[in-house]
Structure formats: C-alpha cells, structure tokens
C-alpha cells in the first residue's frame, strides 16, 4: 500500500492546498488548530490554495453561519478523503502490477529468471516524480505514463485525490516522460535563458505581479512563488521563439506551480503546448485559439441550438468572451477547486474538455440567458458564468452528458485543420514553394543546446543549426531543407503582415496598403534607383514636444506630437515652418528633429508614440528574420569559437566597404543622416549598413549587451532607413562570407533570399522611428557613451559648418 506523506494535505486549513515548498514561510510552521490563531498570527483571508477571500465574502459566510436554514449553503471544506485516495492507491498498485507482470516475462532472460518480477514492490515508486533513476536499476522498466482505459476515464471524473494530482497529472500528460527523455534538463534551459537577453523579459517583469494578483504567493515581488514563476517563462520563451511570451501562459503556469513543484510545472507546460494544443495556439497571432473559437461556434447549433439562437439573434460575437477561456484553459475563470476538476479530466481526455466545458456552462446559464431581453445583459452574464457556478458536481454532469455528445477528437481535429487553414488562407499566410504546400503547423519548433558526441567530429564537421540533417546526414539536410525554407517564409511573412496591419489600424493614411509581395524581377532591378530616388528629398521635418498656441500671423501654433515641416533654421533658437497650410515661427526648443528627409512620418511607426510597435518589431519580427540568418549556420569552426548571426554581420557589413574603405570612413563620419554627406551625395545601402554596425557596437558593448540585443537593434536601424531589404541583398551578395559562415543548403546561399527580400520590401513603404537603445539599461555607461559620440560629432560639424541643428 502507498505510505502517506506527512507533507501532503489532507486537512482544510490556511495554504494546507498548495505544494509545501510554496506555501508563504511566515506561516509554514503555524498549526491550524493552534492556539496562535486567536493571535492574529495567523492571517484568515486567504483559503487553502492561497487566495484571498474578500472581506465582503467573509461577511456573507458569517451571516450565513447565523442562520439555521443557511448553513448548508456555506462552502464544504477543502478536505481529501481518505477512502477516494484508498481507492486510488489500489487502483494504481494494481495498474503497477499489472504492468509488472508483462514487463517480468520480457526481461527474465537479462535480469536472471526472476529478478525481473521484483523488480518495484510499492507503487509509491509509481508516483515518484524524480528524474534520478540509477543506471541498469529495475526501475527504469516503470511506465512513464499512465495507459488511458475506461476504467481510468471513470476514475478521473470522480476526482483525483488532491495529494495525488500532481504525480498523476505528470503520468496522464506524458510530462514525466518527455522530462526524463528530454536531451536537455530544465536546469540547462533556465542557464541558457538567463544568459540570452530576451525580448520578452520586460514583458514578463512587468506581468509577473498581475498574473494571481490575489494569491499569496504571487502578490508580491518577495512572494515564493514570483521567482519560480519568473524563470519558468523564461524558459518557455527561450524554448520556443515562436511564442516567446503570452500571458495565457503565465496564469497556466502560475496555477501549477500551486499544485508542483517548479520543474514538474515547467515540463507539464511544454506537455500542454505541444501535446495537447495546436502548434500555433499561443503563437503572437494566436491562431489555434482562434480557430477554436470557430471550431466552437460551429458545434454550438448541434449541442445547444437555442444559446445559438440567442446569440445570432442579439448578434453577440461568442469569441470575445470564450477566447480568454480557452487562452487560460479557465485557470483565473473557474473557481480553483472546479478549475481542478475540469484539469483532471482535461489531461486524461485531451483538448475537447475545453469545448465540453464551455458547451457545459452554457447549458447551465441557458434558462437566466433566455429571461433577459438586452444585449448588454445577456453579454455581462456570459462573461461571469463561470465564475458564478458553485457545484462541480452539476458542470460535471453537464460535462459528461449527452449534451456534448457530438463534441469528439476526430471532429475537434477536422475542424481544427479546416478553420486554421482558412484563417492562415485570411491572412495571406499560405504560400507555395517548390510545390511545397504550407500547411498549419503540426508542430513546433524548439531551441536545441548544441553538443558533439566526439570533440574531433566537432571540430571538423561543427554541429547542425535548427536541427536539420547532421554531418553524417547529406540527404537528410536536403529533404528538410524546402520544408524548413517555407516555415521560416510564412513565419517572417506573418510578422511582417502584423506590422502592416499596425499601421493600417492606427494610421489613416495607411488603410489601403496591400500586403501582397511583388515577386517579379522589374521590381527587383528597380530597387536601388528607387532608394536614390527617395533618399535624395531632403525635407527636414520636426515632432512638436508639446502644445504652442498661436497668437500672432507670424507665429505657427501646433499641439503635441504634431508633425512639422521646415523651411528655415538659420535663427538657433527661433525656426519657420509649415503646418497645414499656414507658416510662421516657433520655438526651437519645442519641437524634435525628425530624421525624416525622404519619407513620410507615422505616429504608429514612432515607438515613443505608440509602444505597440516595439512589441511587434523586436518581439515577434526579429526573432523571425533571425531564424532566417541561423538556418544553416556552421556553429563552429576548426579553430572553434561562437557562431552567431551577428558575427556574420559585421564580416560581412565590412567586407562591403573595404574596397573604398578610407572615402567611405571620412564621409560617414561627417554624415548625421546616413544618408547624405557634406557634398549631398546619397550614400549607399552598404555604407549606411557598416555606419550602423559600427554604432551598435560603440553603444552596445559599452552596455556588455549580448549579441541578440545587437542583431535586434540593427534591424531597427534598417526599419528607421528603409533599407533592410537592400542589406539582405547586399549580405547574400558576399559570396565569400557567405560562404565561411553557411552550409551549402542554407536559405542565405539559395535563391530563396530572393523571395524573403521581396516580403521585407513590404516594410520599406512604412515610415518607421524606433529607439535604437531600447533595450539597453538606462544607466550610466549608456548615457555617456551617447554623450560622448554627440558632442564629437558636433564638435566636427560645427568645424565643417555642416549643418546647424541640434543632434540627437
């Protein structure tokens, strides 16, 4: 029989819920029948898994408690039983032994007879979660996960013991056997990723106090929990780019790690990424989730025709509410003890429970949907239905029930596919390369940490990026290589579409932009005598800072933020420009210099305006033109050393110049613009990559930013210049660098670059103004380095008597 663990819960009381390694230290020594409770030693406005009960709840309890007839509506305490958990041992035991007993005959013959049959004798082996079996021992022989039979199915719907949840979840899911089987352990994946300065990181700082704002153990930045917290999603999104960091992540997480330990969570994260939803469910489009919502609206006529009714009719869009359910997997939606119910038969059954789920609480609220007559009042009740549901048993019943009968795994699939297809088809984001159809992703990519089984192999081979093929695997490389080709293509077109769609939305002037690549070779010859073209306009326009009202004819009134051509600025402090159509004079000191003499300016490509724009660039842009750059990068060499995209960069950038490197030099250090030196010649796309190169590096290494943050804000250095898809061409025209960096079957040495220059050219139609030192500390090493380079360069201009304005 499985031994009880004097640390598991098994009576109600304060934190007596969660796992023991969280609960709040102040309190994990405190008894709950002690004396100290009538000290206030104890606080009483949590519940056992942490949250804290309102003081309006708290009053109603007690009022209720008063009265005889309202004392079987108060809440049942949070209390195992003792015969449910008897009854799970057993069943587990037997499982264990059956297990065993087919296991035995198998492994007679190397064991010696026998040995193989005794080879565990209690099933709290079974439970045991740790990764440290040693070597040879009967035990690795254990199941890592539970076979799913009837009998199991049964069980889960009546409940696992809570002391149990968290080893039988692991079991259920797969999580305990992708952690054991995993190349890498979650130890070496939290290192990677606090070495590697993530876009995400300011995200998830500033979200990790909002995830269970209400639970102890998240409430505050000392609470046991935040750390914990902290690195799991970090961990997540160095993982997995393609998700980086979503909030519907972090509250899962967070209700985890109530349950499990911190790398039992970690690892039943990535089990419900990739195993149980959709490839692109939390991906920065969200477009699993979004097909779900599809998938459910086109269940609802079958499994509940008269809320259908009700919906069409007041034309409420389901979606608005039920997305965040699905995106939460109704952790912060439900309440705990029901949220932990539905979990346990959510990885016994798959995703479909989330559909029976939303189906099951509908049902419930049908009768209070069909009484109200307002819109307004039909939308508010669907939104707090969940909350508002106080027996499980009930929703259960609804769960289980012929009601959502209709609601299966190959149906859920086929409408999956069909629906994320169309929304892919929407978007533009389904594309065909060498009669390789893009499809929706069945799976994601994840981040490997490299290492060579033989040091000699290492050096003279170097190991594969993006997992593609091996050194011994030719073939395998080029089977691989159109498909990861085409991924790469639809992931960077899906970023840059969401950037067009920023604009659209948050500019006017943008709204009839097509997002549609022009692939054919005119457009591609005519691209550098466009930029000469554009670059050669030299209005100067200025941002005004704040509001200046006008009070004479002579004077140019504008508010914030308004954009301001030029005319003249001889005067230092007192400057003439025009503002729809009137002139005049405004102070200097009022407005900032735009560096904005060939293009159009966008308050929604300015991210002093518009944060949003970071969001899209950095975090989901850049990580998917970098995923371009590492497909098929030697990641050593024979001399050994690091292999990284920026390297490549900065070979190349150079490379470039150092035909006419010594003109080259002396006019970009004269040139503020990047663009036009002292004699007004337009300098070209190499010149303005390697002047930008070398101001990353003078601001960046002064900061030690990591070579990430480098390769991120040189993109934006592109974005601000228009450029970035004459770079592309200008670094796969390097043949010799190319070359040294890159395996034969890389996209940068294939006529696929072609196709990722003709998306970036996309951008190049959009104004943008982004903060090269984003992602630098706001410290001092930053700030003089930015000092120094601006009074040098002054300094210089004004000996040259170039130009008269104030520098940034």
């Given amino acids: 029989m499985l031994a009880t663990d004097e640390s598991i819960p098994v009576a109600s009381g ?5 796992t023991p390694s969280m609960r709040p230290q102040e309190f994990a020594n405190l008894s709950v029948d002690s004396s100290e409770q009538s000290d206030g030693e104890l606080d009483y406005n949590y519940d056992e898994f942490g949250f804290r009960i309102e003081e309006d709840d708290t009053l109603e309890s007690s009022a209720a408690a008063q009265s005889n007839d309202s004392q079987q509506q ?26 065993t007993k087919d296991t035995a005959s198998s492994s007679a013959s190397s064991l010696g007879g026998a040995a193989g049959a005794e080879s565990i004798s209690s099933a709290s082996s079974f439970l045991s979660t740790s990764a440290t079996v040693s070597a040879g021992s009967p035990a690795t022989e254990l199941p890592l996960k539970l076979p799913v039979t009837d009998k199991l199915k049964s069980m889960v719907r009546s409940g696992v013991p809570h002391s149990l949840r968290g080893p039988v979840w692991l079991r259920l899911s797969g999580a305990l056997e992708k952690r054991r089987k995993s190349p890498v352990s979650y130890n070496e994946i939290v290192k990677e990723s606090s070495q590697d300065t ?22 505050h930045a000392y609470s046991t929990g935040v750390p914990r917290l902290r690195r799991i999603l970090r961990a997540l999104a160095w993982l997995y780019p393609e998700i980086g960091y979503c909030q519907g992540t972090g509250v899962v997480a967070a209700t985890l ?18 195993d149980y939803l959709p490839a692109c469910y939390y991906t920065s489009t969200l477009l699993g989730v979004q097909a779900d919502q599809r998938v459910l609206r086109e269940l609802l006529p079958e499994c509940a025709p008269d809320i259908d009714a009700l919906l069409r009719e007041h034309d409420i869009e389901l979606s608005l509410i039920t997305l965040h359910w699905f995106l939460t997997l109704f952790a912060g939606v439900l309440p705990v003890r029901i949220l932990l119910r539905v979990w346990d038969q959510f990885f016994c059954e798959g995703s479909i429970v989330l559909f029976q789920t939303t189906v099951a609480i509908l049902k419930l609220h049908e009768a209070e949907l069909k009484s109200l007559e307002n819109t307004a009042e039909i939308f508010n009740c669907l939104s707090s239905a969940p909350t508002r549901i106080g ?40 594309i065909s390369i060498h009669s390789v159809p893009n499809l929706p992703k069945q799976k994601l990519n994840k981040r490997q940490i490299a290492r060579s089984r033989f040091v000699i192999s290492s050096l003279l081979w170097g190991s594969e990026s993006n997992g593609v093929g091996g050194p011994g695997s030719p073939e395998d490389q080029e089977k691989a290589k159109n498909v990861r080709q085409t991924e790469l293509l639809v992931t960077l077109r899906d970023a840059i579409h969401q950037i067009g769609r920023h604009f659209k939305q948050h500019d006017a002037k943008h709204s009839n932009i097509v997002l549609q690549a022009d692939y054919g070779l005119e457009s591609h010859a005519q691209d550098l005598e466009h930029y000469v073209q554009v670059a050669r306009g030299r209005r100067r326009r200025v941002k005004a800072l704040l509001d200046f009202e006008r009070h004479d004819d002579d004077e140019l009134g504008f508010r914030k933020n308004d954009i301001i051509t030029v005319i003249s600025m001889r005067d230092e402090h007192c400057w003439v420009g025009e503002l729809n159509g009137l002139r005049g004079w405004f102070p200097a000191k009022f407005v900032e ?8 300016y966008s308050s929604a490509g300015d991210d002093s305006v518009n944060e949003g724009i970071t969001d899209l660039v950095r975090g989901v842009f850049c990580p998917a033109f970098k995923e371009v750059f590492e497909h098929g990068l030697k990641r050593s060499h024979l001399l050994g050393g690091t292999a990284h995209p920026w390297l490549f960069v900065e070979e190349a950038s150079a490379k470039e110049v150092e035909k006419d490197f010594n003109s080259v030099y002396s006019r970009l250090v004269l040139c503020k613009t990047f663009r036009l030196d002292e004699d007004g010649k337009v300098l070209t796309p190499e010149e303005i990559l390697y002047r930008a190169v070398q101001t990353v590096n003078l601001t960046h290494d002064a900061a030690h930013a990591q070579m990430d943050v480098k390769f991120r804000s040189l993109m934006c250095y592109g974005l601000n210049e228009q450029v970035l898809h004459l770079w592309l061409e200008a670094l796969c025209s390097c043949e010799d660098v190319v070359k040294k960096w890159y395996h034969s079957w890389s996209f940068l040495r294939s006529p696929g670059w072609v196709q990722i220059k003709c998306e970036l050219r996309l951008l190049a139609q959009f104004a943008f103004r982004l903060n090269i030192l984003y992602e630098l500390p706001k410290g001092k090493v930053t700030k003089d380095t930015k000092v120094g380079i601006r009074e040098d360069v002054r300094d210089m201009l004004i000996k040259h008597h170039l130009f008269s304005w104030e520098l940034d």
């Fill in 198 to 219: 993530l876009a995400t990181s300011k995200h998830i700082e500033k979200d990790l106090l909002r995830t269970l704002p209400s639970n102890v153990c998240f409430s």
């Fill in 14 to 18: 304060p934190f007596s819920a969660l």
């Fill in 257 to 274: 790690l109530l349950l499990m330990e911190e790398e039992d969570a970690f690892w039943q994260m990535t089990t419900i990424i990739e």
């Fill in 74 to 99: 108060q809440p049942t305490p949070f209390v195992e039983d003792p015969a449910e958990r008897l009854k799970w041992t057993n069943f587990l035991e037997l499982t264990y032994a059956s297990f």
């Fill in 593 to 600: 210099l735009l560096d904005e003499r060939s293009k159009d």
């Fill in 391 to 430: 027996d499980i048993d009930c929703l259960l019943e609804a769960l289980n029930s012929r009601i959502c009968l209709p609601i299966n795994q190959s149906t859920v699939t086929a409408l999956r596919g069909r629906f994320t297809a169309a929304l892919m088809a929407d978007e533009g984001g389904i």
